[in-house]
């Protein structure tokens, strides 16, 4: 899915699924299984793999003065819409700022003991068009209560690793971007100020 300025376009209105190669050599197919699987995920495809974007989706990408990936599920939510040659194209050919915005919180399955220049990683070894400028993360720790309530889902910290994200070739943006209640979130005034001073100073805010 793509928000564009309160807008929000499918990627694709196209019948698609997911396939995940696990290192285990499993096929798994479909997003509910891909989350369930508790092997790393070696490579992940859609089938068809030529789908067509939605036409708008690709006028909003070419007319953004900022594109923001993430956060959001790695293998389900981000890279499937990444995996569409036409989208990954246009966000490959934008000249505005392109930034993934790290999760806070592994994945059980997905993301287990990822960094968040490893979930960078994935996102490159699956699209080949360069198409991540800047990373934002959160600096802040998790208290340990909350930690170790995770630790029992099996999910953990994303820890910051900013000399693999140099060696990936993006500039990293860091700020306390997290908020504890009963779950784990991105406190969204300050990512949201952390992105705009950074990327948009000028621009009108309510």
Do not use: C, W
Not at 110 to 139: C, F, G, M, W
Not at 157 to 183: F, M
């Amino acid at each position: 899915m793509l928000a564009i300025r309160g807008r929000i376009f499918p990627s694709t209105v196209s019948n698609v699924t997911l396939e995940a190669i696990l290192e285990n050599g499993q096929r798994v197919h479909g997003e509910t299984r891909i989350t369930a699987s508790r092997s790393p995920i070696r490579k992940l495809t859609l089938v068809p793999p030529n789908v067509r974007p939605l036409a708008q989706a690709i006028g909003a990408i070419r007319e953004a003065d900022l594109i923001l990936i993430g956060p959001g599920s790695l293998y389900t939510s981000i890279l499937p819409n990444l995996l569409i040659p036409d989208i990954a194209r246009a966000i490959a050919h934008s000249r505005a700022p392109r930034v993934y915005i790290a999760n806070l919180m592994t994945q059980p399955g997905e993301t287990t003991d990822y960094s968040v220049a490893e979930h960078l990683r994935a996102i490159q070894r699956h699209v080949k068009p360069r198409i991540v400028d800047y990373v934002v993360a959160n600096r802040q720790k998790v208290s340990p209560a909350v930690g170790r309530r995770y630790h029992k889902q099996g999910a953990s910290q994303v820890t910051v690793d900013a000399a693999g994200l140099r060696k990936s070739g993006v500039q990293l943006l860091v700020g306390n971007l997290l908020e504890e209640h009963d779950k784990i979130r991105h406190n969204s005034a300050r990512l949201a100020r952390l992105i705009l001073d950074t990327f948009l100073p000028g621009s009108i805010r309510n």
